[in-house]
């Protein structure tokens, strides 16, 4: 139970980190991201997720990866409209936009990692089943005869 906890407060730090990564060049209030900010992000973001790995019954938590990952896919998201938006001189950067490309390969990486584990743990289960031996097949419907 320690460890679930542990992992989502980890997962959910790193995704507040994420967020003032993403205000900073708004300018919306006064942020000046240093290093500690830059690195907690993907250390908690990655760190929580290990520890949610770890925890017994994983395979019932499935959902609150899931819900976590999502929402650092919309982190990405976000980051990627921000982008646009200064690219389309629609905003104006209140600094480098350098910390938006960080968000986005960061969030977005690691969220397409872990929304996409539960697919390979699928396919890695569905080859052992088949090393195991073919499931038995039924027979063949009985043609009546006439």
């Known amino acids: 139970m320690a460890l679930l906890f542990f992992g989502s407060l980890l997962i959910v730090l790193g995704l507040l980190a994420g967020c003032l990564l993403l205000i900073a060049p708004l300018g919306i209030i006064e942020i000046n991201p240093g290093i500690g900010l830059w690195l907690l992000f993907p250390i908690f973001s990655i760190g929580g997720y290990i520890l949610l790995i ?26 990627a409209t921000e982008l646009m938006l200064y690219a389309s001189t629609l905003l104006q950067p209140a600094g480098s936009t350098l910390i938006l490309w960080y968000v986005l390969i960061i ?17 890695i289960a569905k080859i052992r089943r088949t090393k195991a031996g073919p499931p038995p097949q039924p027979d063949p419907p009985v043609k009546p005869k006439h």
């Open 54 to 79: 770890l925890t017994p019954n994983f395979t019932r938590l499935r959902l609150l990866a899931l819900f976590l990952s999502s929402l650092l896919l919309l982190l990405a998201a976000t980051a």
């Open 107 to 123: 969030a977005g990486g690691l969220g397409v990692v872990v929304t996409g584990a539960f697919d390979i743990k699928k396919f």
